[in-house]
Nanobody, 127 residues
Framework: QFQLVESGGTLVQPGGSLRLSCAAS??????????IGWFRQAPGKEREGVSC????????AYGDSVKGRFTISRDNAKRAVYLQMSGLKFEDTAVYYC??????????????????WGQGTQVTVSS
């Protein structure tokens, strides 16, 4: 049974930092075969691509709203992907989801390309 589980979401003050984790299990292929993306959805808004990391070594992509503030990384031995977030803003408040697809290079353009999704973790930025 394929499963992605996000963790690390919480309430944080503006300007603060947070690290989200995405743990994978039950995949048919080795974890490093999969490109992994982080997406987020705020109430009343469409799902937005935050960041992704490819199976191709070294390729990462970031949404314009998070460039320079968020960093994605992966640890294939632990079957995990991390999203380090800093300089958090009110508008970063959302449910954050990780997703996986078996392809070489990741993309943030079409969330529907991702086959496997986690249940999400809530990040709230508030003073």
């Amino acid at each position: 049974q394929f499963q992605l589980v996000e963790s690390g979401g919480t309430l944080v003050q503006p300007g603060g930092s947070l690290r989200l984790s995405c743990a994978a299990s039950g995949f048919t292929f080795d974890f490093d075969y999969y490109a992994i993306g982080w997406f987020r959805q705020a109430p009343g808004k469409e799902r937005e691509g935050v960041s992704c990391i490819s199976r191709v070594p070294g390729y990462r992509a970031y949404g314009d709203s998070v460039k320079g503030r968020f960093t994605i990384s992966r640890d294939n031995a632990k079957r995990a992907v991390y999203l380090q977030m800093s300089g958090l803003k009110f508008e970063d408040t959302a449910v954050y989801y990780c997703a996986a697809v078996n392809r070489d290079r990741c993309s943030l353009k079409e969330p529907s390309e991702y086959v496997y999704w986690g249940q999400g973790t809530q990040v709230t930025v508030s003073s």
